[in-house]
């Protein structure tokens, strides 16, 4: 695995693009802090988007998270909810938001640290799968990745949510 530096806050000029997709995201806990968890989920997005928009980019898909909500008492939701306001006042011509649910995939391939709750709530989910509605199944990490691609070389001009639901199984 090979792991590369990059300073958000100054990144270098990108070169010329048609789409940029974000899937950045961290966890209170590998963050160290709220400050340092928001300046991954929200203002490092947000330049990404910046740099890539400067770079010709026309089309853009995001990761964002079911309960994106930028006045939600919770941290997390509160975050990606102002994330997520924060693209929508770029004037970007084309943007997909994607809003998974409980990410389902191989974190120890990616070298992440086991994450105990996150581990018991993806056990309870698979086991009660049939009962949840499908906006609330654990969704394949690919299976997000599938649908933000096709939504964004789908869509037209706006702004496009893709809910959960939309993602399962997508090939």
Same mark, same amino acid.
């Given at each position: 695995?090979?792991?590369?530096?990059?300073?958000?806050? !100054?990144?270098?000029?990108?070169?010329?693009?048609?789409?940029? +997709? &974000? *899937?950045?995201?961290?966890?209170?806990?590998?963050?160290?802090?709220?400050? *340092?968890? #928001?300046?991954?989920?929200?203002?490092?997005? &947000?330049? &990404?988007?910046?740099?890539?928009?400067?770079?010709?980019? #026309? @089309?853009?898909?995001?990761?964002?998270?079911?309960?994106?909500?930028?006045?939600?008492?919770?941290? +997390?939701?509160?975050? #990606? !909810?102002?994330?997520?306001?924060?693209?929508?006042?770029?004037?970007? #011509?084309?943007?997909?938001?994607?809003?998974?649910?409980?990410?389902? !995939?191989?974190?120890?391939?990616?070298?992440?640290?086991?994450?105990? &709750?996150?581990?018991?709530?993806?056990?309870?989910? @698979? =086991?009660? =799968?049939?009962?949840?509605?499908?906006?609330?199944?654990?969704?394949?990490?690919?299976?997000?990745?599938?649908?933000?691609?096709?939504?964004?070389?789908?869509?037209?001009?706006?702004?496009?949510?893709?809910?959960?639901?939309?993602?399962?199984?997508? @090939?």
């Amino acid at each position: 695995m090979h792991h590369q530096v990059v300073d958000f806050a !100054g990144l270098p000029n990108l070169p010329k693009v048609n789409e940029c +997709y &974000v *899937a950045l995201k961290t966890t209170l806990k590998l963050a160290g802090s709220q400050s *340092a968890f #928001k300046a991954i989920d929200l203002d490092a997005v &947000v330049a &990404v988007v910046l740099a890539a928009q400067a770079a010709g980019a #026309k @089309r853009f898909g995001v990761v964002s998270a079911m309960g994106a909500d930028a006045k939600s008492p919770v941290f +997390y939701n509160r975050i #990606k !909810g102002e994330m997520e306001l924060a693209l929508k006042q770029l004037g970007l #011509k084309s943007l997909v938001i994607a809003r998974p649910s409980l990410l389902n !995939g191989n974190r120890a391939a990616l070298g992440q640290p086991k994450r105990g &709750v996150e581990g018991l709530g993806l056990w309870l989910a @698979r =086991r009660l =799968r049939p009962l949840l509605p499908v906006n609330y199944r654990a969704v394949l990490a690919k299976d997000v990745a599938h649908a933000l691609i096709q939504a964004v070389q789908a869509v037209n001009p706006g702004i496009v949510t893709l809910l959960s639901g939309d993602m399962h199984d997508h @090939r």
